[in-house]
């Protein structure tokens, strides 16, 4: 995975993530403070629902609480944090399935809206770009948002997701497929 | 500008915030949670309540059809409801009888996160009237009820019910 942001392990961060190491809830709100809307950025893109994305950012950040002790500096903070996020969102996103089986049955691609986005900006603007992010059907969002928007390789997505490299692939190709022919 | 090549879709993509900051501080919701560790009953307890609330949920949900059609989220709703208001209502019941006795910080943070829940679930009910056929608000809603059991359920004895293990059940 590429990490776009410089590593953080140094300097306020190192002692915020020490103190909150010792149960220090002031120093891991400002870990919460430094990273929450890039949190929330990867959490919205992969629900594509407000109230989930706020729901799992919250959770994204209790976990990263409860599991601060594994984190061990070899990476960035904000690498790890992002990890853990994927890892939430996937859960969120297993759970649901499951709970869509026992009642509405919708299959896997059921978020699937082949539509065109709202038009209330100008055509193929980042705005219209995010709206439609938000109507890519779930596996084509996934792949997006984690290869192109965070730079994560096929291999890791696959490993994370529980696909193929391929399947990883093929998702990646009908998304961008997707958005060009909506955006043009 | 179009995104009607890769090129263009690429440079798109380079433009989208790194961060896009929530509608609301989640902050006290997290502090809220991570303040409040849940010390377990004895799983004996738990054991004899997991049994009783599968049984009783169980039983509510005999009478839900499988493979619900197209307006399922407003029958699983009603469905939730009726499972939880029952245990919801003895959950808060059991609290009131023994708030007196618990830690006066721990009896804080408990009505804290009962408040914040309480909060939740308001919301929650205007968004679903709103958009009633949301099931995934309708996922959020049973998630709200289970955090309220259990946070109930860790702070007093005889807990009638251990939300992980009924959640399998709905």
């Known amino acids: ?184 | 500008m179009n995104a009607n090549s890769d090129e263009a879709l690429d440079a798109l993509t380079a433009r989208l915030p790194r961060s896009i900051e929530p509608s609301r501080d989640l902050w006290p919701y997290v502090d809220a949670r991570i303040a409040s560790p849940t010390p377990r009953a004895p799983l004996w307890q738990l054991a004899l309540a997991a049994g009783i609330a599968a049984l009783f949920v169980g039983a509510l949900l005999l009478g839900m059809p499988r493979g619900i059609p197209a307006d399922s989220a407003v029958a699983y709703r009603q469905q939730l409801d009726a499972a939880f208001s029952p245990l919801r209502q003895a959950s808060l019941t059991r609290y009131r009888a023994r708030a007196d006795r618990l830690d006066p910080a721990l009896r804080r943070t408990v009505e804290t996160n009962l408040a914040i829940i309480d909060r939740a679930l308001a919301e929650i009910r205007v968004a679903l009237e709103r958009d009633p056929d949301d099931a995934e608000l309708g996922q959020i809603l049973k998630r709200t009820y289970e955090q309220e059991l259990a946070i109930i359920d860790a702070v007093t004895p005889n807990a009638p019910v251990d939300p992980q293990q009924y959640r399998g059940a709905l």
Not at chain 1, 22 to 43: I, K, P, W
Not at chain 1, 50 to 76: C, H, K, M, P, Y
Not at chain 1, 112 to 134: C, K, M, Q, T
Request: charged share 25%; proline share 3%; with cysteine.
């Open chain 1, 1 to 184: 995975m590429t990490d776009p942001t410089p590593s953080r392990w140094g300097g306020g961060e190192a002692e915020s993530i020490r103190a909150a190491l010792a149960g220090d809830r002031r120093a891991f709100e400002a870990l919460y403070r430094a990273h929450s809307g890039r949190v929330h950025a990867l959490c919205l893109r992969l629900s594509s629902h407000a109230a989930t994305a706020e729901e799992l950012t919250q959770e994204a950040f209790v976990r990263a609480w409860q599991r601060l002790a594994t984190f061990r500096g070899d990476s960035a903070f904000a690498t790890w944090l992002h990890r853990l996020t994927v890892n939430v969102v996937f859960d969120h996103q297993r759970a649901q399935r499951s709970w869509y089986r026992r009642t509405v049955s919708l299959d896997d691609e059921g978020d699937a809206v082949d539509v065109l986005p709202d038009r209330g900006s100008a055509p193929g603007d980042r705005h219209d770009l995010e709206a439609a992010i938000r109507r890519l059907p779930r596996g084509a969002r996934t792949v997006f948002v984690l290869h192109d928007v965070e730079g994560w390789q096929h291999d890791e997505i696959a490993a994370r997701a529980g696909i193929a490299v391929g399947t990883s692939k093929a998702h990646l190709h009908r998304a961008r497929s997707l958005l060009k022919e909506w955006l043009s």
